[in-house]
């Protein structure tokens, strides 16, 4: 029996009837000061110090936010009820009961104690803890948000000591027993929406109850409670346990550090947090070492692509002599979130994954072989996600469960939920496996190289003296150029209640604006000015509710403040413009009239202008000219392949514009096979601006007999869809096409006839 004995304010100590137990927690709130700094290097020291002064200042000011919303909120109470917490997970895990302690973890703290339990079982292994000491419990981060969207309160917490455990083993038909003192070093995060209030000095949920209404909810498995309806593990009454990471590979969040996964949160998502996308990782991680060990696909199967699941169903496939490789008793050392890129159809996340695990085999009796000693690996877990799916905030941290009807995922084979069936895997709703590699691959290289474009590091070169003889320089990432974020994005983001000290740009409407004024002088027509503004919106990646937000703005533009603006903003702004001219394939006369007339309001002149329409014109054509009908082609296919199958119907539209691309059924087959094995090699748009070139070269092609049948329109609205073009796009873009290729049909014979008529007048003259 476990029994928490309170000593005095800072020292606590538990009894047990039969283990004689001993804890003691020595809470060092501001124990961050004094911890070592190691290395011999006076100037790198200097800096380390100076960070860890900033770490303090930001986590004063979280706290002070923190304090705001919960003025009953007090850290050495935290303190104290975090080591209860602790206390009461080693009693769940020696009992291998957690009903009781399961509504104050996240799913994936959940899923890795279970996964721990059952693979102890099936080794023959349990344990019994009979002393425990804690020696230190230190806060090492603290943070905030007081924005509207996204705003949880984090703490984590290191927690060092060492448990004398005792293990019994069975092997072959001896039981061993083996005693242990084991190290512990751990930082444990919790998580709490902001605005929830400290109702007493205990998690509410440590005992199998309800955070809102204390009902008892130890034996349910969904999310909600069934008394009060509350999301039992939001955190939005109570803190929850969302990260459990060892002491030596912890690393503290800097939020605007890891500027793609910020520039994602504001830029896509409000309602991201890498603090969900970290839990949904370990989630994943353990249900494929699950899969390891019984060497079947199926733990996989609501939470991984059908591509993914395919192939790898065939590594879990023993070889010529039964034997298969297997890791056991894993250990997650971190999980961070290296990186997010933000593309049609399907977003990534990519998870950088350290772990640890005993390397062996597994033969077709289920005997074990084991490395002696356990290897340590460093894995990057890509995550994808359909382009423009919003994060729940109420389902932060309830990652295994079905995100329509709350059920708990289970391990069965089906990529449906047994309650609603939906489907799970496919990444319309969920973050989704989609592979799996070595961190420093250059397949991984290459992902995080892409989703840090256009962000670019400072770095200091730092001299330091090693002895007396020897200098060593040393390269520091000392910052990160963040992208530019406009004004109305930033709106109402706070960071432990503080704006974030970021540069702030000019909102791509105002450009929005600035033509419509300017059209307006020009005597445009409405209609073909409301066009040109809604394709320079969908350049700059407005959204229309923005847009049309801005245009009924009251407020007057400032055009004198525009010759200020930051001459990279100005050139994004002209590249806009220009490929809204260029890309339909023809320059209207007002269009180059209006081109002209914002480039000078923004501080451009006619040369650059000219130069900008030379540069654009020589890319498209770079892009496109030579390029083969079937290398097209092969776009359109890939593209139909996104969602790792083709029905009948879809393979007889394929057909239809296959025809126009002088493609072979046989060809069209093969291209098929070899979209849905990954392996047709096609080129890609390098930005929005190509793909529509290329989208008019095929409905060119696809209007070569005068007319676009459903089939064909049906497939080139699918690969428009992939660059974010709507299916009303596509339709107004056949039709112009229509359009100008029947003027320019016109022009062509009326050249002809004329031609025609000067050769017969040369013959009359001889």
């Not at 890891?258 to 249900?287: C, N, P």
């Not at 030579?626 to 393979?651: C, I, L, Q, T, Y």
């Not at 979209?675 to 290329?694: C, H, M, Q, S, V």
Request: charge should be negative.
């Amino acid at each position: 029996m476990y029994e928490l004995l309170p000593v005095q304010s800072i020292l606590l100590a538990v009894g047990g009837e039969i283990a004689g137990f001993v804890v003691v927690i020595v809470m060092i709130v501001g124990g961050i000061l004094t911890e070592h700094l190691h290395g011999g290097f006076r100037t790198l020291s200097l800096i380390r110090l100076g960070n860890k002064r900033a770490r303090m200042d930001q986590m004063d000011q979280a706290l002070e936010a923190i304090q705001e919303a919960d003025p009953n909120f007090d850290l050495q109470n935290f303190c104290a009820a975090a080591g209860k917490a602790f206390i009461e997970l080693e009693k769940a895990v020696d009992s291998r009961d957690l009903n009781d302690i399961r509504a104050f973890m996240s799913d994936g703290i959940y899923q890795r104690v279970i996964f721990r339990l059952e693979e102890e079982e099936s080794l023959g292994r349990y344990r019994k803890t009979d002393k425990l000491e804690l020696t230190e419990i230190v806060p090492v981060e603290v943070s905030s948000a007081k924005n509207n969207e996204n705003a949880f309160e984090v703490i984590s917490l290191r927690i060092v000591g060492k448990a004398h455990r005792e293990y019994q083993m069975k092997h072959a038909e001896a039981s061993i027993a083996l005693d242990e003192i084991e190290p512990i070093s751990e930082v444990w995060t919790f998580l709490r929406r902001r605005g929830a209030k400290t109702r007493s000095g205990d998690f509410g949920s440590i005992h199998g109850n309800c955070p809102n209404c204390g009902a008892d909810v130890s034996v349910n498995q969904w999310e909600k409670c069934p008394a009060c309806d509350s999301m039992v593990r939001s955190g939005e009454h109570d803190w929850v346990l969302s990260e459990i990471s060892d002491g030596s590979s912890w690393k503290v969040t800097k939020p605007f550090k890891m500027s793609s996964v910020t520039r994602y949160w504001i830029k896509q998502d409000k309602g991201f947090s890498s603090h969900y996308l970290e839990d949904r990782a370990s989630v994943i991680f353990f249900r494929k070492f699950l899969a390891d060990r019984i060497g079947t696909i199926d733990p996989l199967g609501k939470v991984a692509t059908d591509r993914f699941c395919e192939a790898y169903a065939q590594k879990l496939q023993p070889d010529a002599n039964g034997t298969r490789m297997i890791f056991l008793q894993p250990k997650i050392l971190a999980a961070d979130v290296s990186g997010v890129i933000a593309e049609a159809p399907l977003d990534k996340a990519l998870m950088h994954v350290r772990w640890t695990a005993l390397r062996g085999t597994v033969d077709k009796r289920g005997d074990f072989q084991l490395e002696r000693d356990p290897v340590q690996f460093s894995s990057m877990m890509v995550l994808v996600r359909q382009h423009g799916t919003m994060t729940r905030i109420e389902r932060t941290i309830t990652s295994s469960h079905c995100p329509k009807c709350g059920a708990p995922e289970s391990n069965n084979a089906s990529h449906a939920c047994e309650f609603c069936h939906t489907v799970l895997n496919d990444g319309a709703l969920e973050w989704t496996l989609a592979d799996i590699l070595p961190f420093t691959s250059t397949a991984a290289l290459a992902l995080r190289k892409k989703a840090y474009e256009g962000i670019e590091p400072k770095v200091a070169v730092m001299t330091s003296e090693y002895d007396e003889d020897t200098q060593l320089k040393r390269v520091i990432v000392v910052d990160q150029t963040m992208p530019a974020f406009t004004k109305s994005e930033m709106e109402g983001i706070q960071i432990d209640g503080a704006t974030p000290d970021i540069h702030v740009r000019e909102d791509d409407v105002t450009l929005c604006r600035l033509i419509g004024v300017i059209s307006t002088e020009l005597n445009v027509s409405r209609k073909s000015a409301q066009g040109f503004i809604l394709e320079v919106a969908r350049a700059c990646e407005i959204p229309r509710e923005v847009l049309i937000q801005g245009m009924k703005s009251r407020t007057p533009l400032d055009r004198a403040h525009l010759r200020d603006l930051n001459p990279m903003l100005v050139k994004r702004w002209l590249s806009a413009m220009v490929d809204v001219c260029l890309i339909d394939g023809r320059l209207e006369e007002w269009e180059r009239k209006l081109l002209n007339a914002t480039a000078l309001a923004i501080g451009l002149s006619q040369y650059d202008v000219d130069a900008l329409m030379r540069a654009r014109t020589l890319q498209l054509k770079e892009w496109t000219d030579g390029m083969r009908s079937v290398d097209m082609f092969a776009w359109v296919v890939v593209v139909a392949a996104s969602d790792g199958k083709f029905d009948p119907r879809e393979v007889d539209q394929l057909k239809s514009l296959a025809a126009e691309f002088k493609i072979t059924n046989q060809q069209l087959k093969e291209m098929c096979l070899a979209a849905k094995r990954n392996e047709l090699e096609a080129p890609k748009p390098g930005d929005f601006g190509i793909g529509k070139y290329w989208l008019i070269r095929m409905i060119d092609m696809a209007l070569a007999d005068g007319n676009i049948c459903a089939n064909e329109q049906r497939v080139l609205t699918k690969v428009g869809a992939s660059i974010g073009m709507t299916s009303f796009d596509m339709k107004q873009m056949i039709r112009r096409r229509r359009s100008i290729l029947h003027q320019q049909a016109q022009q062509a014979l009326r050249q002809n006839q004329a031609s025609a008529d000067d050769s017969l007048h040369v013959e009359r003259d001889w």
